[in-house]
RNA sequence: GGGCGAAUAGCUCAGCGGUAGAGCGCCUGCUUUACACGCAGGAUGUCGGGGGUUCGAGACCCUCUUCGCCCACCA
């Protein structure tokens, strides 16, 4: 519809601008304070003022109606100073009486509130501005063509100079600027197209409401509600030449036609006039947003029944940002449900802000924005993707941080590095993994069992829209698992030229290079370049020209998974981490070949280390190895490291320091036996083990058991190493 | 005035009812033939304060403090 009302015009576009793309900015100013007479008395009121200028404008004065100090003037009349229009004092709940004092002057076509007032009093409303803010001929002649701001000291000067200004104090005040021009905008009197956005926002709220279209993170829907339940009548036309043009033709009484096309609009007007008549076509354009509103099925052919429109509306996910709920998710709604009668987007998933290394939102007008050219110069574009998506964590913005990508970058590299060595080390074309199942050794199947849990774990993330734990589970899968543990069980088998090694070699390439393929895919959507570059190099067959062309991983290696396997695998890797922490601690060196025995009580541990011992020496570089179920034969002279299945011995003939190694051990004992009685403390609380669930209690159980045998061992282990410390 | 979010290791941040974590930084040792943008090992926390719920609380509830943001208003 049109209307006639008050619009945040900016006076130096020449357009009328959302309220949304008003920015509010503190300003110091003063309140001016001013006396207008009462006519035909002795009696004045005092009115306060920010912007002293707008008085031309006046209409009235607005008292509250039960205002003591003023019951008795309302209806009163008031003599303008300068102008010298009479204008009447009118009771008023606008008016704040704890406010200034309690009095206020109205200029119904200057502010949106005093517009208000002015309907209610049928107050004339006085255009006292030009489209360039600068005073019109409805102000007295001195001030004619003044620009605001000059006009305004003018008119101070001149209130001055007729002893109408009481005071002036200084005062900070919130004034609005237009996010574009720059310029304070101005309440302007225009006629205006108008959308009647409270009627088209109420199926969107029900249809969040009904979670037919659902916010992530959820709580965005707060915004999105507070906004759409208090909406205003929306402002769609815009002085500006680009733009769809508004489909409105005027005839030449004003009257106005709006129809699709301009032919439609002639016959119409043509039988409204009875005769031909010239149409004159509205120049006003539509709201950018408007335009934008329209997206969701202008694009897939509406008006037309196509079939895109059949399959694509509505849309699976919006992915946007925070600050265009107001301006487009909010509009796409209200023309989706009205339209189309349905949503435009299931989902609306609210990213993060990228914000600069001081926290501040970058903008193209503020200049601080990171260049990613430049980022991508430096540490590469996959580096700089993966770093935004790992740090894309819902409901929290992003600092852009250096180290943060120069860490990625660093896994970029790491990727590379590790496909260099599967590429140099394996020949020739790999065979499918299903021709050799039932030659896959532990670690290889350790390995799918490792890859199917990380794809599972990131198609979950993803399906949750969770970035960040998606990119840490590539990142753990790829560094932590596939490069330091892997790769490294595997180095033997693919360095070994025996014949009698060769079927095993071949195991261990084909799953190398399956892992590595399987990776590449899943990891392809957030590091599109690396990952492309090395699926083109790998041995494999492929049935697409690009890997973007390929099938995401997904449920597939869904059977590579065995749980009992990776427990047990555990053992094996925690023998191999504490041998290392022996070294580590004793200065032994990462190359020296040393001897180890691990001591494990139950029988099928030590079978599953029996089967892993050659894993065991290549990894922690041993010489021999002995895997026995007690301590008995082990020399004296050790090092000792206990964990909760096994107790690993390093002989250190005379290199071991007992005073220390005592000392070490002592620690743990206090550490170990500090946790037992908390923990028994807890299981002798009959409250915790008749109300926590049974899982929970058997669990706490279980650990004191194998706290008490680590206990056994340690104070074992220590008081021999306290014995040989007195004896030397 | 209304609303939202955040406060956890030196830094950037996960965890959101059952033994406090990651990356970077820091410390120790390493030319280990994929990688020093690396390898192995290590240290580091009254989880902002105070109440409460619970067998059990960074986690849930209340409250306070401090930061950040959004909306409205400001004669």
């Known amino acids: 519809y049109r209307d006639k009302r008050l619009v945040t015009w900016d006076p130096k576009l020449h357009t009328a601008i959302s309220d949304l793309e008003v920015e509010p900015r503190e300003v110091k100013g003063h309140f001016w304070h001013l006396r207008y007479p009462v006519e035909n008395s002795n009696e004045s009121i005092v009115v306060a003022t920010t912007r002293p200028e707008t008085m031309l404008g006046d209409t009235a004065v607005a008292v509250h109606p039960d205002d003591e100090r003023y019951k008795h003037l309302v209806g009163k009349l008031l003599v303008l100073p300068l102008v010298g229009r009479r204008i009447p004092i009118v009771a008023d709940t606008y008016s704040d009486p704890e406010k200034g004092t309690g009095a206020v002057k109205i200029t119904p076509a200057h502010d949106f509130n005093d517009f208000e007032v002015g309907k209610r009093h049928n107050l004339p409303l006085i255009n006292i501005f030009d489209m360039n803010a600068k005073l019109t001929n409805d102000v007295p002649e001195a001030y004619r063509g003044l620009d605001r701001f000059v006009a305004r000291k003018q008119i101070v000067a001149d209130l001055e100079a007729a002893g109408a200004l009481v005071k002036v104090e200084d005062h900070t005040l919130q004034v609005p600027y237009g996010d574009r021009s720059g310029v304070v905008i101005e309440p302007w009197l225009t006629d205006q197209w108008y959308l009647d956005a409270a009627t088209l926002s109420k199926p969107c709220v029900a249809a969040v409401e009904a979670g037919r279209t659902q916010f992530v993170p959820k709580h965005w829907e707060k915004t999105y509600f507070e906004w759409m339940k208090n909406i205003q009548p929306w402002c769609i036309s815009r002085q500006i030449w680009w733009g769809h043009q508004i489909p409105a033709w005027f005839g030449p009484d004003g009257t106005c036609f709006v129809e699709e096309t301009e032919e439609q609009a002639r016959k119409i007007a043509d039988a409204h006039y009875k005769q031909p008549t010239q149409l004159r076509r509205d120049t006003d354009v539509l709201d950018t947003w408007f335009s934008s509103a329209l997206w969701p099925f202008s694009t897939l052919g509406w008006p037309e029944k196509t079939p895109e429109l059949a399959r694509y509306y509505p849309t699976s996910v919006l992915i946007t940002s925070f600050d265009i709920i107001f301006f487009w998710v909010a509009r796409m709604m209200m023309f989706g449900m009205h339209f189309m009668n349905e949503v435009p987007f299931k989902d609306v998933y609210i990213?993060?802000?990228?914000?600069?290394?001081?926290?501040?939102?970058?903008?193209?007008?503020?200049?601080?924005?990171?260049?990613?050219?430049?980022?991508?110069?430096?540490?590469?574009?996959?580096?700089?993707?993966?770093?935004?998506?790992?740090?894309?964590?819902?409901?929290?913005?992003?600092?852009?941080?250096?180290?943060?990508?120069?860490?990625?970058?660093?896994?970029?590299?790491?990727?590379?590095?590790?496909?260099?060595?599967?590429?140099?080390?394996?020949?020739?074309?790999?065979?499918?993994?299903?021709?050799?199942?039932?030659?896959?050794?532990?670690?290889?199947?350790?390995?799918?069992?490792?890859?199917?849990?990380?794809?599972?774990?990131?198609?979950?993330?993803?399906?949750?829209?969770?970035?960040?734990?998606?990119?840490?589970?590539?990142?753990?899968?790829?560094?932590?698992?596939?490069?330091?543990?892997?790769?490294?069980?595997?180095?033997?088998?693919?360095?070994?030229?025996?014949?009698?090694?060769?079927?095993?070699?071949?195991?261990?390439?084909?799953?190398?290079?399956?892992?590595?393929?399987?990776?590449?895919?899943?990891?392809?959507?957030?590091?599109?370049?690396?990952?492309?570059?090395?699926?083109?190099?790998?041995?494999?067959?492929?049935?697409?020209?690009?890997?973007?062309?390929?099938?995401?991983?997904?449920?597939?290696?869904?059977?590579?998974?065995?749980?009992?396997?990776?427990?047990?695998?555990?053992?094996?890797?925690?023998?191999?981490?504490?041998?290392?922490?022996?070294?580590?601690?004793?200065?032994?060196?990462?190359?020296?070949?040393?001897?180890?025995?691990?001591?494990?009580?139950?029988?099928?541990?030590?079978?599953?280390?029996?089967?892993?011992?050659?894993?065991?020496?290549?990894?922690?570089?041993?010489?021999?190895?002995?895997?026995?179920?007690?301590?008995?034969?082990?020399?004296?002279?050790?090092?000792?490291?206990?964990?909760?299945?096994?107790?690993?011995?390093?002989?250190?003939?005379?290199?071991?320091?007992?005073?220390?190694?005592?000392?070490?051990?002592?620690?743990?004992?206090?550490k170990t036996e500090a946790e037992r009685v908390k923990l028994t403390t807890k299981l002798d609380n009959k409250a915790f083990t008749d109300r926590a669930p049974a899982d929970v209690v058997a669990r706490e159980r279980a650990r004191v058991t194998e706290l008490e045998q680590m206990l056994v061992t340690l104070r074992d282990g220590h008081k021999r190493a306290e014995q040989r410390a007195t004896k030397t």
């Open 351 to 670: 990213h993060a802000l990228v914000r600069d290394e001081h926290g501040n939102k970058m903008s193209k007008s503020k200049g601080n924005v990171v260049d990613p050219l430049q980022v991508i110069e430096e540490h590469g574009t996959d580096a700089l993707r993966f770093t935004l998506i790992a740090l894309a964590l819902q409901g929290r913005d992003i600092r852009l941080s250096a180290d943060r990508i120069g860490g990625y970058r660093a896994f970029v590299n790491k990727i590379w590095n590790a496909s260099r060595f599967a590429l140099m080390r394996v020949t020739g074309n790999v065979a499918p993994l299903s021709s050799m199942q039932a030659k896959l050794e532990e670690p290889d199947r350790w390995i799918l069992s490792r890859l199917a849990n990380a794809v599972a774990d990131v198609r979950k993330h993803l399906d949750e829209y969770k970035f960040a734990e998606a990119a840490n589970a590539m990142y753990v899968f790829v560094w932590d698992e596939l490069c330091d543990w892997y790769i490294e069980l595997v180095k033997a088998r693919l360095m070994n030229e025996d014949a009698a090694g060769a079927r095993s070699k071949q195991v261990a390439e084909s799953v190398l290079v399956h892992v590595l393929e399987t990776a590449m895919r899943l990891m392809h959507p957030v590091m599109p370049f690396i990952t492309e570059e090395l699926w083109q190099k790998l041995p494999i067959e492929r049935s697409t020209a690009f890997i973007a062309q390929q099938k995401y991983p997904g449920d597939e290696l869904a059977v590579w998974r065995n749980p009992a396997l990776e427990n047990s695998y555990a053992l094996v890797q925690s023998g191999i981490s504490a041998i290392r922490t022996i070294r580590a601690e004793k200065n032994l060196g990462p190359t020296r070949p040393i001897d180890a025995i691990i001591v494990a009580a139950n029988a099928d541990d030590r079978k599953l280390l029996e089967e892993q011992r050659a894993s065991i020496i290549a990894l922690a570089r041993l010489q021999k190895l002995d895997i026995q179920a007690s301590r008995a034969g082990a020399p004296e002279e050790a090092a000792t490291k206990v964990t909760d299945r096994l107790e690993v011995i390093v002989p250190m003939g005379d290199l071991l320091d007992y005073a220390a190694e005592a000392a070490k051990l002592a620690r743990q004992i206090e």
